[in-house]
Each structure stands twice: as C-alpha cells, then as structure tokens.
C-alpha cells in the first residue's frame, strides 16, 4: 500500500514556481487532492454568486442552518469539487496530510472539528458524519459531481465520522474561503467534499471578453497554455487556467458555439499525427464538458495534423509553434 505522506511530499516538490499572489481560476491547496480520485465532474466552476460556509461551531439540527454567527455567507467565484481517496487511508492521516499542504500553500486553519470528539457543535454533541452531511446540504443541496448527477452530497456520510475545516488565504486583491469535508468510509475510501469561494480579482471575465471578441471578427484564437504530454493527448495540469477562461466566456456567451482544432509539426509521420491532433482537440472539448458543465452540442473537435503549420518545421521553435490548439466559431 503506498504511503499518503510520501506521495504529499512528492507533490509538493512538484509545486508550481510560478504561484504567486496573482488571482488563480482555481485554488491551488486543491493540488494536494491530486493524490485522490477526482468525481466525474470535478471541479465545478460558478463564476459568481453566494453560498453559505461553516467557519465554527454550528447547531446540529439542520432545520437550524444558516442560523448563528458561526454560518457565513460568501458571495464571489465558487469551486465545488470532490474526491475519493484510497481505501485503507484512515480520515486523521489525510487530515494531518492536508494540514501540511495548507500550511506549504500559506492557508490559516481558521476552524476544524470531529463529529466523533463533539467540537463540530455549539452544543458539544457527539455523533455521527451524518449530521455534517446534512448541514453541507444546506439551505440547498450542494451540486452532485458524479457522471450521473446522481450521488447528493449528504449521501457520501451515511456511515462512519466526519471531519470538517475551513481555511482562509488571504492575498491582499484576493481572499480564497474553503471548507473541506471529509466523511470517513474507509472500507470505500475517504470521500472529501470541497467548495471554495474566491474574492477578489476575476481575470477570467476580461479573458473571456477579449477572446469573444476575437472569435465574432472572424479570427481563430491560438490557445498557447493548453499543454499536453508529450506524443499524447492528457492535458497537464497547468492548462486549467486557459481551459477555465474558455468555460466562462461560453457562459457568459451562451450563443456561442465553438470548433476546437488540433495542429502537429511534422515529427512522427502524417497519419501518427493526424490522430494525435484529433484527440488533442477532442481532449479539449472533454475537459469542458466533464469539468465545467458546458453543453456538448455547443463544441465541435477536428484535427488538421501537421497540414496547416503557421512556421518552419526545419527549427525546434517553427515546431514549437505549430504544435497547438485553436478555436473558431462553427
């Protein structure tokens, strides 16, 4: 069985050198879950409106929700997005894990609680993980992020404990709220349920607004920070941010239908790359349909291989250029 801490470690060794106090589409301590297995449709982005957080000790009865001091209402960026660790990862090793990586990413540990040991409520009432789950669902349900949209978040705490955090990063333009439940099914895994809200600076709007207006004057948008593995079609991780800001401009625009085109240079022959750019592009419009909610009818993937290159293949920067991804409107 592999050891939590050592993949942690290893994970933040990998960090980003590139973080910095800038607005992130996404926050980035939900790096530390990619040691977990992501639902099908995480992460969820609503680009704004308001939610309610537990930052303290709350009444257990959910008739009683949103009541108190201990229940905030946040308005800004939302992240919703779950995970599903490992079975055989106990709740307190993940705990102690994602309290490292918070503190590796300058998060304050403003509030966390056991419904076990009875600190989760005003009333020091122990219980069961149950009564987090219904709480989350409060007052209404958080979004279901499974390939169904079947599995309601109170659900996932039907048997053992849970555990509840919240967390503030505070960046001077920008304030990242979250609040991490994690509900201790260790016989199916550990299930975490995160939701982040994100105050401050939204580069995304202006990104989508500047790229919208590209497309309707007839020009294709060349997407330089959609990154893959080498000779493959997995996105890497740090095309997010550019994945992100193409979901909120189709949001903001809904009339607004794209074609998605993958390029090549010329190493590895015509027919290799003709498929390859096929299922780059058709990578693309995956990401946006099971990461952020976007309508399938609404995006279209064609490859063109290495027949339409925009400079010399004869260079190691001519390749460089012509290995991309671009957008057209259909």
């Known amino acids: ?38 639902t099908e449709r995480t992460p969820r982005v609503d680009n704004y409106d308001e939610t309610w957080m537990i930052i303290g000790p709350v009444s257990e009865y959910s ?13 800004g960026r939302i992240v919703y997005a779950y995970y599903r660790f490992a079975p055989g990862d106990s709740a307190l090793q993940i705990q102690r894990a994602f309290e490292a990586a918070a503190a590796q990413h300058r998060y304050d540990m403003v509030f966390a609680c056991n419904v076990e040991k009875g600190d989760c409520f005003d009333n020091g009432a122990k219980g069961q993980g149950v009564a987090i789950g219904l709480l989350l ?12 949209n079947m599995a309601i978040v109170r659900n996932y705490f039907q048997t053992g404990g849970a555990r509840l955090f919240y ?31 994100i105050i401050g600076d939204n580069p995304g709007l202006s990104a989508a607004s500047s790229m919208r207006d590209k497309l309707v004057a007839g020009e294709s948008v060349m997407l330089d920070n959609l990154l893959f593995d080498i000779d493959s079609a997995i996105l890497l991780p740090l095309s997010r941010d550019q994945l992100f800001e193409i979901a909120m401009m189709l949001r903001e625009y809904p009339a607004l239908k794209l074609q998605i085109i993958g390029h090549t240079d010329s190493d590895g022959g015509r027919a290799h790359n003709q498929n390859l ?46 290995r991309r991804v671009e957008l057209k409107l259909r």
């Open 167 to 197: 967390l503030v990063k505070d960046e001077g333009g920008q304030v990242t709220h979250m609040q991490v439940a994690l509900a201790d099914a260790p016989e199916k895994g550990v299930m975490a349920i995160t939701k982040s809200v």
């Open 1 to 38: 069985m592999r050891s939590l801490l050592a993949v942690l470690i290893a994970s933040l060794g990998t960090l980003s050198t590139n973080a910095s106090t800038l607005a992130q589409p996404l926050p980035d301590l939900l790096d530390f879950f990619s040691i977990a297995a992501p």
């Open 63 to 75: 008739a009683r929700a949103t009541e108190g001091p201990n229940w905030q209402l946040l308005e």
């Open 277 to 322: 750019s096929e299922r780059r592009a058709a990578a693309v419009v995956d990401a946006l349909v099971n990461g952020f909610d976007i309508d399938f009818q609404r995006l279209a993937s064609a490859g063109r291989g290495m027949d339409e290159p925009v400079a010399s293949n004869a260079t190691a920067a001519g390749k460089a250029q012509n």
């Open 137 to 148: 669902d409060k007052p209404s349900n958080m979004p279901t992020l499974d390939k169904q």
